[in-house]
């Protein structure tokens, strides 16, 4: 890779398997999460957080199994700032071709009360505990938890002590869905600029949705300088969740004249994805989620039909292929104009005169008042039930 291409390509670090599972009700089995992270590693994520192993055996056994199969992606498990946490990580991520420990400890003053450490105390933590994880490992992430609420003399001081203690990549967690894009932006602007050996490491923006704007703050943070966007399928993740990995992904793929950064993300594995992390956390997808929304590509006023059906690009800005949905982008209903019911018509093989396709349009507005959607077979036993056609 030149080094141009190596400046524009962020890696996507996913953790649907870690703060995903965390969602209270998304438990995933032990079959579920290999099956999930075999899929995100074919999709081409970078850095798969597979879980905490210190949580549970359940979770090291997981973390390990997966470590053993991956074939490209890096294997990342959670650690607090503990030796014990830090030493159950590796024990689970060494059977990976590409092992990460990922340990953290909350630095918002909020945080720094719970463990009630003074900021020496909690700076000395920062440094024993990155040591010991760099003894084990060579790729160490380090997170000051909560940075978003974390005065800057501080976080500047101790993301310095962690990178010197040997951490190669920092995560600027906005913990609580805080922050807003430009002070996203300006935060990381902020950190490259004044802290000592930052062009050494790779800094990475870990957004939750509290207020809607996990996206929109991943990718201003991106534009500040930060390469690795950490992020979960749909956005499964505590409370409102964790940035979407379909929205910063398609994002960067559909803008990319605005935002010329590259992901290693085959897109067409999205859908899939999608359904399965839906299916197996029994958490279902909203119907208008941007990008995976079964109403995503669907278009149901007669202006927006007619609209696509002449050019597809009056109302959509990506190709549903792109993410792997092959389905219909027609939903037939009482906004429905002529143009889509004969075109509608003709793919369901029917071939009809003008006025008989007047009549057939009377009754299915009929129809579509009283029901919210029309199917394919209500449509069907319209034209046979008039008689027009067998
Ligand atoms: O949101 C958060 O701060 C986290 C850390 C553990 C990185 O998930
Ligand atoms: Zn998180």
Known sequence: MTDKAKQDRVLIFDTTLRDGEQSPGATMTHAEKLEIAELLDEMGVDIIEAGFPIASEGDFKA?????????????????????QDIERSWEAVKHSRKPRIHTFIGTSPLHRAIPNLTMDQM??????????????????????????????????????????????TINIPDTVGYTAPRE?????????????????????????????????NSLAAVEAGARQIECTINGLGE???????????????????IMPYQTGIDTTKIMNLSRRVATVSGFPVQFNK???????????????????????????IMKPEDIGLFAKNIAMGKHSGRAALRSKMNELGFDLAANQLNDVFVRFKALADRKKEVYDDDLIALVQDQGLQD
């Open 63 to 83: 973390v390990k199994e997966i470590a053993q199969r991956s074939n490209n992606s890096v294997i990342c498990g959670l650690a607090r700032a503990s030796l």
């Open 123 to 168: 700076a000395e933590r920062i440094h024993e505990t990155v040591t010991h994880a760099r003894n084990l490992c060579d790729d160490v992430q380090w997170s000051p938890m909560d940075a978003t609420r974390t005065e800057h003399d501080f976080l500047c001081r101790v993301i310095e002590i962690a990178i010197k203690a040997g951490a190669t």
């Open 184 to 216: 996203s932006a300006d935060l990381i602007r902020m950190l490259i600029e004044k802290v000592p050996g930052a062009d050494e490491i790779i800094f990475a923006t870990h957004c939750h949705n509290d207020l809607g704007m996990a996206t929109a």
């Open 239 to 257: 409370r409102a969740g964790n940035t979407a990995l379909e929205e910063v992904v398609m994002a960067l793929k559909v803008r990319n004249d």
């Open 290 to 316: 941007a990008i995976v929304g079964k109403n995503a590509f669907l278009h149901e006023s007669g202006i927006h039909q007619d609209g696509v059906l002449k050019n597809v690009e009056t109302f959509e």
